[in-house]
């Protein structure tokens, strides 16, 4: 999904399962979630940007997963995003069991 407003764009992206579901892919799932709800609550004005990316890499850790450093996503910028790189935390390792 994408959205414009008063020049500035922004999207975004999700994922849904489709059952049958394996438990290990429903947890994963899970916890990218409970991430992203950690990463919101870390967002504030005054905040600290790194805060969010350490909300998430706890989360992360925390139900056994592991984060990829580094790695790019575009920023949120005015006209047409000015190609901007931002540094982003995502989630990734083997799936545990739960």
């Known amino acids: 999904m994408s959205a414009d407003l008063n020049g500035y764009f922004g999207d975004t992206g999700a994922?849904?399962?489709?059952?049958?579901?394996?438990?290990?892919?429903?947890?994963?799932?899970?916890?990218?979630?409970?991430?992203?709800?950690?990463?919101?609550?870390?967002?504030?004005?005054?905040?600290?940007?790194?805060?969010?990316?350490?909300?998430i890499e706890k989360t992360a850790s925390n139900a056994g997963f592991k984060t990829i450093r580094d790695l790019g996503s575009h920023g949120l910028a005015g006209a047409c995003m000015r190609n901007r790189i931002s540094s982003r935390i995502s989630m990734t390792s083997q799936i545990p069991a739960p």
């Open 15 to 55: 994922t849904f399962t489709v059952p049958p579901v394996d438990p290990r892919i429903e947890y994963f799932c899970q916890i990218t979630r409970k991430a992203l709800n950690a990463a919101m609550a870390a967002a504030r004005a005054g905040g600290k940007i790194n805060q969010i990316g350490q909300a």
